[in-house]
């Protein structure tokens, strides 16, 4: 083979991997007010205090410190949307079972985490939060059943607040796109080929690598921080300028490096609050 061959076919795989890899340009100046954002994860919950996680305790107090929230949702059996993490019940509310196999009438008789609160619905907590701090919502889709996209638009379309929707499942991106261009989406991932093994390999090598990006082309990418030395992310963010998001940050040195690499932080812990404040402010005046 001659080495005009082999050039030709290095620099052909190179053009079609930034293909694949390519975000959406054409809602820069929307994402604008969402960079240095710190959301709070779920909520700012405590278990310490009894402030499980997604509950509305941890949405007012994520409100009453000012901060932008993050938080999960899920589409029940009988096609409500609610707020919950885990597809499996068991860890937070004690029970076997999965949200999507439970009615959202045998979902609000649980308890998180041997608390009062109960499992919101998504409606719920857009009432509550009515614009005061900005949202981003991760949409758990287990299969590629993406009716819980069509439901959760419904209720958004209702809301005037600030918001930023986001899923591992670049087929919901990709609904989004298709559905409700003008919605800020985000492709999740992290190290995806080391853990969630249910899912074929090919599959979680493709949206570790950020090569679904062609299905959904997402306004930003939201990666596990202890990954982000990913090649892909490094050049979708530092050469494509693409907004990046790192989670969870739960230690002050996460936090620091996070802010001084990313444009949004999804962190936990109260204590991390303030050390945020002072980082922030910190970037703010040497820029």
Request: charged share 25%; hydrophobic share 45%; net charge neutral.
């Amino acid at each position: 083979m001659h080495w005009y061959v082999i050039i030709g076919i290095v620099i052909f795989f190179i053009i079609f991997y930034i293909i694949l890899l390519m975000p959406n340009f054409s809602h820069r100046e929307a994402m604008k007010p969402f960079l240095g954002l710190a959301f709070a994860h779920r909520g700012l919950h405590d278990a310490r205090k009894l402030i499980p996680e997604n509950s509305m305790y941890a949405f007012k107090e994520a409100v009453r410190h000012k901060l932008a929230i993050e938080l999960d949702i899920h589409l029940t059996r009988d096609n409500q949307v609610v707020v919950f993490h885990d597809e499996l019940l068991e860890r937070v509310c004690g029970v076997p079972g999965t949200v999507e196999d439970s009615t959202y009438e045998e979902l609000r008789m649980l308890h998180l985490l041997n608390t009062d609160e109960h499992i919101p619905l998504f409606k719920e907590v857009l009432d509550y939060i009515d614009g005061r701090v900005p949202l981003l919502i991760e949409l758990k889709l287990p299969t590629q059943d993406m009716r819980l996209c069509s439901y959760a638009m419904e209720l958004l379309s209702q809301y005037e607040g600030a918001y930023l929707v986001q899923s591992f499942n670049s087929l919901g991106m990709r609904w989004f796109k298709q559905n409700a261009s003008d919605i800020l989406r985000g492709q999740l991932s992290s190290a995806l080929t080391k853990s969630n093994k249910e899912n074929p390999y090919i599959v979680r090598f493709c949206v570790q690598h950020l090569l679904t990006n062609i299905l959904c082309r997402p306004d930003f990418i939201s990666y596990k921080l202890a990954d982000a030395g990913n090649p892909s992310l490094r050049l979708i963010h530092r050469v494509f300028k693409t907004p990046a998001a790192v989670w969870t940050l739960r230690t002050e040195k996460a936090c620091r490096k996070a802010v001084e690499n990313y444009d949004m932080y999804i962190f936990e812990h109260e204590e991390n609050v303030k050390c945020f404040e002072n980082v922030l402010k910190n970037k703010q005046n040497n820029l």
